[in-house]
């Protein structure tokens, strides 16, 4: 499985987001990964305004604010092409809980999200509840609750340039 790096900037308050890796590969991030999660329960992701239709859709998913955005820590991780610029994205066989949602379109389909200076974002990003703000969302602030089947959108965040 290939490795994702899913990183997002740091400039005048913008803090980094460390990258992410697949379940299945190994990762460093400090303490052990989350168990693997089962359940009965969905997440319906719905992702607005992708720039159509260019690279890959990576998309992961974390369960606990000890876990959130650190590398090899995610439960579930997609990656899927880009092929309109609304898409969905469906997370099955979850335990009931909170769950947060981190995104980024790959543009150029080279595994990360690029920066300008090693900072800004330059491919479009986002997160569940679509936090405003500047700087990286706490989990809090991105974590959905999921019972059932549990739909959310996210609005993907334009790079700046």
Known sequence: MPTIE??????VGLACLAPLVLAACAGSGGGPPPAPVE???????????????????RVALFNADAHWLKEGHMVRGQVAPVLA???IVEFTGLPSGDYAVAVFQDVNTNMRLDRFLGLIPR??????N???????????????HVEGQTEIVIEMRAPPF
Do not use: K, W
């Open 6 to 11: 899913f990183e997002v900037m740091r400039l």
């Open 39 to 57: 359940g009965e329960h969905a997440l319906l992701v719905e992702i607005r305004g992708l720039d159509c239709c260019e690279g890959a859709l």
């Open 85 to 87: 610029a609304d898409q």
């Open 123 to 128: 491919e479009p990003y986002g997160f569940s």
């Open 130 to 144: 679509n936090p405003g703000g500047i700087g990286r969302p706490s989990f809090r602030d991105a974590a959905t």
